[in-house]
């Protein structure tokens, strides 16, 4: 037995390790062929799904995707790489597999191959005959690999397959990249540089959105976020443009998302161009958050453009903090400002304010426009965005054609009106008569305070923080009220057109004035000689309400005319006068009417008191004759009221048919309800003439007073006599008989018996008639004594022109 295994061919090992290099290549160029087809099919993928994504909604892929594309791409590329190259090249390739292999492709080997790989390395106790046939095997093998060829154990037509289409496919990228660079460019730049907006170089048509702002069409622009801030309520016109470079389309598509609190509500508009490349579309009174998206030819927003709605500034309170004139005593308001109410504020004129108005936000500007003048002031933000204050401005217009004449003021004064917060605008101002001709000489430093007309109308329009004006400018209107001239209330009292000599003439009433009566008095004039000027018994101290009173107890101011000595026949004129403490445009000087006298003597006023007292005795015995009549017309209704009763209590008989029966019953009920209406309109109608003639006595009473006429005697007769009697008549008894006869009316309208209030009314106008029968008479007695004096009065004067005649004749025959 032998334990020795012949030695093994030499051709052996070159075949396998032939075999194993030559598959390993194979397996190395599949691998290679496999990648690059995947690469080209994977920039192809890229590409299409670039263009198509563009095709339908004319954007970039978004970044996202397009990074996860090509992520998938390379784990893809080295699935490959590791599957079918790297991973197949590390897997071991043994001896008796290569063996395996070759046997299955030359069947010739006989399996001497597998005998020799599988015998190699062994020490079995083997017998010299099968070491001998061993030895015969390895012989035959090594003749047989001697001229052995492993090539066409490889099927080369897959690898040729594959290598062709890679080929093809990189020859197809190669040409395209030669024929359109700018495709090329355009997946470089899109996949590689992951360019955000790598199709902009590239399109043909490019749009941009920017907000047509009221009031004036001011061109809005969207931030840097494509965001833009409405005022809510407002309408919202889009203005869209075609880019300069770039071909306009001839339509947009405005898509829009409305965020309301109820949900989102969507939709779309197509515009066509109001001019060459410029499209608008407006949206009424916005009130929700907008976003739009734009839509034409080859462009597409990705980003939407945002409306945010904010609140517009408006104007939350106005007041005025005044300075009033010192002579107007207004000191004690100055610390209480004059709130505005509506739209309008009215101050006195010439005073100094300080306009003082609120917004409901922070402002950047202010502009005031008020006709002859326009006031502007504000910030800006500088690059840092921090608040700058700008130059303020004064435009005055002389009239609405003159040419404006603007005056610069210091950013300064920007900080002074609108300080702070930026919430409130203050003004200093001066609302006077003069503002324009004070306008006229205005300059940068004597703007303030600014003069203005008197009735200045004032538009402000507001800009906020938000870059929001308001939508409509704020109203605001300031009048001057002018220091009227005083106003005289004055009437003389107790006197008439004819006085005497002696006479005290008093006036009633006061005088009034805005501000305060500084000064107040007489003048006087007799006949045409000059005005003479005469103070009051009291001056006034400033009162906005100065009465006429010598005394708190005398409410009437007198003026005495004895002091002037006139005579019987001169006239007399008489006017107060009253100025207020204005020292800016006045003082106003007023004076009353005037009251014109004649200058008489005690007799003739004495005599033209008694017409007057024979016309009052005139109108009271018509009150006596009325009131006569009132008795007799109730006596004729208390039997008329019986003959009803009567009537009443009556059966209609054959004799007196129902209808005659209806009739006189309905006469009687007429009579006697017109008799009550009647009967109390002429007692009412009695009562107020009869309060006249009482007022007419107490009037010639007082006039005898003032005019020095009177004597204890005649007053204690006119006041006891008549005034006395007649008060008592109007204030008690023509009462008792209204009371009475207006229940006679009660009782007939309530279908009463009217007897019992009859006779209670016949027995009060009995009562009046015998009171007024009384006062007649007393005015009758008078009257007899009136006539004596008169008569005596007379004679008087025949004597007195008598005798003056006879001085006459004797001075003429002395002449002779």
């Known amino acids: 037995m032998s334990t020795n295994l012949p030695p093994m061919p030499a051709d052996l090992t070159r075949v396998l390790g032939e075999l194993r290099a030559r598959i390993r290549r194979y397996v190395l160029w599949e691998g290679l062929a496999w990648g690059v087809l995947f690469l080209a099919l994977l920039f192809w993928g890229l590409y299409a799904t670039d263009a198509v994504h563009f095709a339908l909604r004319k954007l970039e892929l978004p970044l996202g995707v397009r990074r996860g ?3 998938a791409g390379v784990v893809g590329f080295a699935w490959i790489f590791l599957s079918r190259i790297v991973l197949r090249l590390l897997r071991p390739l043994e001896s008796r597999s290569l063996a395996l292999l070759l046997e299955r492709r030359f069947p010739a080997l006989s399996e001497r191959l597998i005998t020799a790989v599988e015998m190699e390395g062994q020490s079995l106790e083997r017998s010299a005959a099968t070491n001998a046939m061993l030895q015969q095997t390895l012989a035959d093998l090594s003749l047989q690999l001697g001229q052995l060829d492993v090539a066409p154990v490889f099927d080369f037509q897959p690898l040729r397959r594959g290598s062709l ?137 990705a980003e939407p453009y945002r409306v945010v709605i904010v609140e517009p500034p408006q104007i939350e309170r106005v007041e005025l903090q005044c300075d009033y004139p010192e002579y107007m005593g ?11 109410s509506g739209t309008q504020i009215a101050i006195p004129a010439e005073t100094r304010f300080e306009l003082r108005a609120t917004a409901s936000k922070p402002l950047m500007s202010v502009d005031i426009r008020a006709g002859a003048w326009e006031f502007g002031c504000g910030y800006e933000r500088d690059a840092k965005g921090q608040l700058q204050p700008v130059a303020a401005r004064l435009t005055l217009r002389e009239s609405p054609t003159a040419e404006p004449r603007t005056i610069a003021l210091e950013p300064r004064v920007s900080m002074e009106c609108l300080p702070g917060d930026r919430r409130t605008l203050r003004l200093p101002a001066w609302i006077t008569d003069s503002a324009t001709e004070r306008h006229k000489t205005l300059d940068s430093q004597s703007v303030f305070p600014l003069p203005v007309p008197m009735r200045s109308e004032m538009q402000l329009t507001l800009l906020d923080e938000d870059d929001v004006i308001s939508q409509e400018p704020a109203s605001v209107t300031i009048v001057g009220t002018p220091d009227e001239p005083p106003v005289i209330e004055a009437r003389r009292r107790g006197v008439r057109n004819a006085i005497t000599r002696t006479a005290s003439v008093p006036l009633a009433g006061l005088i009034r004035d805005d501000f305060g009566v500084l000064e107040a008095y007489f003048e006087t004039k ?96 018509q009150i006596v004759e009325e009131t006569v009549r009132v008795r007799a017309d109730l006596d004729d209704q208390y039997k008329r009221a019986g003959d009803r009763t009567a009537l009443q209590a009556a059966e209609p008989t054959e004799k007196i048919a129902h209808e005659t029966w209806e009739a006189q019953y309905r006469q009687l009920e007429v009579a006697i309800s017109a008799g009550a209406e009647r009967n109390l309109h002429l007692i009412r109608k009695n009562h107020a003439e009869c309060r006249s003639i009482e007022a007419a006595f107490r009037d010639i009473r007082e006039e005898m007073v003032n005019n020095r006429v009177d004597s204890a005697t005649l007053l204690e007769r006119i006041d006891d006599g008549i005034v006395a009697p007649l008060n008592r008549i109007n204030e008690l008894t023509y009462t008792t008989v209204d009371q009475q006869i207006g229940l006679y009316r009660l009782r007939e309208e309530q279908k009463q018996d009217p007897r ?37 009065q007379e004679m008087i004067d025949r004597y007195e022109k008598l005798n003056e005649a006879t001085e006459l004749k004797n001075f003429e025959e002395l002449g002779q």
């Open 69 to 71: 594309l090509v992520l």
């Open 165 to 301: 289409v890679a080929g093809v496919l990189v020859a197809s990228i190669v040409g395209f990249g030669v024929v359109n660079v700018q495709a090329m460019s355009r997946w470089f730049a899109a996949y590689v540089e992951g360019e955000a907006d790598y199709w902009e170089r590239f399109r043909q048509n490019a749009l941009s959105a920017r907000v047509v702002a009221q009031p004036g069409d001011r061109i809005r622009e969207f931030d840097n976020a494509r965001s833009y801030k409405h005022p809510r309520g407002g309408d919202l016109t889009l203005q869209v443009e075609s880019r300069a470079n770039s071909v306009a389309p001839d339509q947009v598509v405005l898509s829009w998302r409305s965020l309301t609190q109820t949900g989102r509500t969507r939709g779309s508009v197509n515009l066509v161009p109001s001019e060459p490349g410029i499209y608008r579309h407006t949206i009424k009174n916005v009130a929700d958050e907008q976003w739009f998206w734009l839509r034409g030819g080859d462009f597409a927003t």
């Open 330 to 340: 207004q000191e004690s308001l100055e610390d209480r400002p004059v709130e505005l």
């Open 526 to 621: 007799v006949d045409a000689l000059e005005s003479v000027r005469t103070s009051l018994s009291s001056q006034p101290r400033g009162q906005r309400e100065f009465p006429l009173a010598a005394t708190p107890q005398e409410l009437v101011e007198r003026f005495a005319v004895l002091p002037l000595e006139l005579k019987e026949g001169q006239k007399l004129s008489l006017v107060l006068v009253a100025a207020d403490g204005d020292h800016i445009n006045g003082p106003h000087v007023v004076r009353s009417e005037s009251f014109d006298f004649q200058i008489v003597s005690p007799e003739e006023l004495l005599g033209r008191l008694y017409d007057q007292e024979v016309n009052l005795r005139a109108r009271l015995e």
């Open 756 to 792: 019992p209030a009859i006779t209670d009314s016949m027995t009060g106008v009995d009562g009046l008639l015998e009171q007024l029968k009384s006062v007649l008479s007393e005015m009758r007695e008078r009257e007899s004594i009136n006539d004596l004096k008169k008569r005596l």
